[in-house]
């Protein structure tokens, strides 16, 4: 229970049944244990399904029937002199089920974040072919008129919805549309795609139809900077969409803008790199941008690593790769 320290009049202390708390007070009591647990490094809270939320509710009903059926107790003589202030109490929020991570260790696989240790929630309903088909046509018909941030709606050619196989195991996860892909309409076809499609076909020993591709944005930011956090964030609706939508086990995030949007962290490529983070029931790994591989040729290597973990979850031979 939190205590809010509040000083009774005479009348009040007199009183059998505490004033109902205010609006007010709920909303700032639930905003300090938010603050309390994100200062703990709890970022994320696991979202309760339609049957905890109905027996939670159940449980506090029964609760309130079984208080109103007890007798009020008699009122404590006021003392003499109040030596603390008497306190309202509020009920905690339900605390996530999820423990506290340990302190990071070199040595671990994953990272002193908690985002990755997230209790996985339930899976959805798994939808068809034919109805994944129809829920991605319906959502990029939306994106299509999407005008949340005006200054890309003015100057983008067209919007970049995605591409790919609509069942796919894995999904590449980039940053936004530049040039070439504002001109054509699809995610990846420049020199940056070319390095994603030999990275899919040569690295990955899969073919760039069996994967999804996507990125945080929908519209080229001009001049090919990077999305603003406003954009992200007048995105996030859209990509978190698709991705309910497609349902795939491995989610592979290309840069720092994608890794960063998806995991909602600060944390560096550098860092989030070689190790895998729960992102609904997908497993996350995250590399460098085909971009950047370009204008540095020795982060390959790195880069190749990444792939050859990711292959390994997958249950992939990498050493078929080398043979190609």
Not at 37 to 52: D, F, K, N, V, Y
Not at 81 to 89: F, H, I, L, W, Y
Not at 107 to 112: N, P, R
């Amino acid at each position: 229970m939190t205590e809010f320290p509040a000083t009774p009049s005479e009348e009040e202390a007199n009183e059998s049944e505490p004033s109902p708390l205010t609006a007010n007070q709920v909303r700032r009591a639930l905003l300090q244990e938010l603050e309390a647990w994100q200062r703990a490094g709890i970022s994320h809270l696991p979202q309760l399904s339609t049957e905890q939320e109905a027996a939670i509710l159940a449980e506090v009903e029964a609760a309130d029937e079984r208080q109103e059926e007890e007798p009020s107790p008699e009122p404590a003589p006021l003392p003499a002199k109040a030596t603390q202030p008497e306190s309202v109490k509020v009920a905690k929020p339900a605390p996530p089920t999820s423990p506290s991570p340990p302190p990071a260790k070199a040595s671990q696989s994953e990272s002193d974040t908690l985002f990755e240790l997230e209790e996985k929630p339930p899976t959805p309903p798994k939808l068809n072919r034919e109805e994944r088909v129809k829920a991605l046509t319906a959502l990029s018909v939306q994106v299509s008129t999407c005008v949340r941030c005006p200054k890309l709606a003015e100057t983008r050619t067209q919007t970049v919805f995605g591409v790919g196989n609509p069942e796919p195991r894995l999904v590449f996860f980039g940053e936004a549309p530049g040039a070439d892909e504002d001109r054509i309409g699809e995610p990846f076809v420049g020199r940056a795609g070319k390095l994603l499609t030999d990275m899919i076909t040569k690295g990955c020993q899969m073919r760039r139809e069996e994967v999804y591709i996507l990125n945080v944005l929908k519209c080229r930011p001009p001049g090919n900077r990077n999305p603003s956090p406003t954009e992200t964030k007048n995105c996030r609706s859209y990509f978190e969409e698709q991705l309910r939508i497609l349902q795939p086990e491995f989610i592979c995030c290309l840069g720092t803008v994608a890794a960063q949007a998806l995991l909602n962290t600060n944390v560096s490529i550098g860092r989030l790199r070689k190790k895998f983070y729960n992102y609904q029931n997908a497993k996350v790994l995250c590399t460098y941008h085909p971009s950047y591989l370009l204008r540095n040729p020795s982060a390959k290597k790195d880069a190749w690593e990444d792939l050859k973990l990711l292959l390994e979850a997958m249950g992939i031979d990498w050493r078929n790769s080398l043979k190609r």
